[in-house]
């Protein structure tokens, strides 16, 4: 695996892997890698691509500063694992290489209704900063395709969106199911800072989501989002949000629509630790 720190090598590098016809395929992380990730360069390998990975904490994607200054960084072992899991390229910059003139001075995207729901309404300026740092790493990268994880259900949908609005209408977008431990959590970096205690109750959200999609012919909505915020609160969890929403545009749903393609979503606090999750709820 090659490892580049500077744009403008990396950027070379992979233009000329393109006159040899190898195709980019693109992984942004923001490190401390695990399954969910691994999933993804995976599915990259099975379809042949020039595999490229970075690795990089956006500042800017974080509305809340303790959660930046405590966000799990594990770089050797990622390095090790990306190596083990056949990654080519991996790009490690510094915050001057990708924000050259001061992350202020980086161009933003607007994602209008996307950015005013959910997970836009619960951390303002979040998808304002993965905007800024994907389209950065799209510019310096160009791949032939990126690959996203279901479990970032929003971010994949205001990513598409951005590749729209750059005009990047050749990009394709693989968005990869979520990885989930045995007893549903759906993988994420911030799990390891979960308590042993913590941890034992955190698999409440997947059921939680399960139970929404379980009970779609019941009809009622509004009765089993209570019914799990309910039991959240009762385990010691905080709820954001449980959500039903359209699967193409995030339109909030009152109510199941089986005309629609629905989603189920929910944020919640154990402790300090923020987790999110979501499930395609399927007609049965
Ligand atoms: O999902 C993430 O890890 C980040 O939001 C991303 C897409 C790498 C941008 O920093």
Same mark, same amino acid.
């Given at each position: 695996?090659?490892?580049?720190?500077?744009?403008?090598?990396?950027?070379?590098?992979?233009?000329?892997?393109?006159?040899?016809?190898?195709?980019?395929?693109?992984?942004?992380? @923001?490190?401390?890698?695990?399954?969910?990730? +691994?999933?993804?360069?995976?599915?990259?390998?099975?379809?042949?691509?020039?595999?490229?990975?970075?690795?990089?904490?956006?500042?800017?994607?974080?509305?809340?500063?303790? &959660?930046?200054?405590?966000?799990?960084?594990?770089?050797?072992?990622?390095?090790?694992?990306?190596?083990?899991?056949?990654?080519?390229?991996?790009?490690?910059?510094?915050?001057?290489?990708?924000?050259?003139?001061?992350?202020?001075?980086?161009?933003?995207?607007?994602?209008?209704?996307? &950015?005013?729901?959910?997970?836009?309404?619960?951390?303002?300026?979040?998808?304002?900063?993965?905007?800024?740092?994907?389209?950065?790493?799209?510019?310096?990268?160009?791949?032939?395709? +990126?690959?996203?994880?279901?479990?970032?259900?929003?971010?994949?949908?205001? +990513?598409?969106?951005?590749?729209?609005? @750059?005009?990047?209408?050749?990009?394709?977008?693989?968005?990869?199911?979520?990885?989930?431990?045995?007893d549903g959590l759906?993988?994420?970096?911030?799990?390891?800072?979960l308590t042993?205690s913590q941890r034992a109750i955190a698999g409440l959200i997947y059921q939680c *989501?399960?139970s929404?999609?379980?009970?779609?012919?019941?009809?009622?909505?509004?009765?089993?989002?209570?019914e799990c915020e309910d039991i959240m609160k009762a385990k010691g969890m905080t709820p954001?949000?449980v959500?039903?929403?359209?699967?193409?545009? *995030?339109?909030?749903?009152?109510?199941?629509?089986? &005309?629609?393609?629905?989603?189920? +979503?929910i944020?919640a606090r154990i402790g300090?630790i923020?987790l999110?999750?979501?499930?395609?709820?399927?007609?049965?």
């Amino acid at each position: 695996m090659i490892i580049f720190k500077k744009s403008q090598d990396i950027k070379d590098y992979i233009l000329r892997e393109k006159t040899l016809g190898h195709k980019p395929g693109f992984i942004p992380t @923001m490190g401390a890698l695990h399954a969910g990730h +691994l999933s993804l360069i995976a599915k990259a390998r099975a379809n042949k691509m020039l595999l490229i990975c970075s690795i990089f904490v956006n500042p800017t994607q974080f509305n809340d500063k303790n &959660d930046f200054e405590k966000y799990p960084v594990t770089i050797e072992a990622d390095i090790e694992m990306l190596e083990n899991a056949g990654c080519d390229v991996l790009f490690l910059p510094s915050v001057d290489e990708i924000y050259p003139g001061g992350p202020e001075k980086a161009k933003g995207y607007d994602f209008g209704y996307l &950015d005013t729901i959910l997970e836009g309404a619960q951390r303002p300026g979040h998808f304002h900063g993965v905007g800024q740092v994907v389209a950065r790493l799209l510019e310096i990268v160009q791949p032939h395709t +990126l690959y996203l994880g279901q479990k970032d259900y929003q971010q994949c949908l205001v +990513l598409r969106k951005l590749t729209e609005l @750059m005009g990047l209408k050749e990009l394709k977008v693989e968005i990869c199911p979520t990885v989930r431990e045995a007893d549903g959590l759906a993988m994420s970096s911030r799990n390891r800072r979960l308590t042993e205690s913590q941890r034992a109750i955190a698999g409440l959200i997947y059921q939680c *989501l399960v139970s929404i999609e379980s009970k779609q012919h019941a009809g009622d909505f509004s009765v089993v989002k209570k019914e799990c915020e309910d039991i959240m609160k009762a385990k010691g969890m905080t709820p954001e949000y449980v959500a039903l929403a359209d699967a193409h545009d *995030l339109t909030i749903l009152e109510n199941y629509d089986a &005309d629609r393609p629905m989603v189920a +979503l929910i944020a919640a606090r154990i402790g300090e630790i923020r987790l999110i999750d979501n499930i395609l709820v399927e007609r049965h």
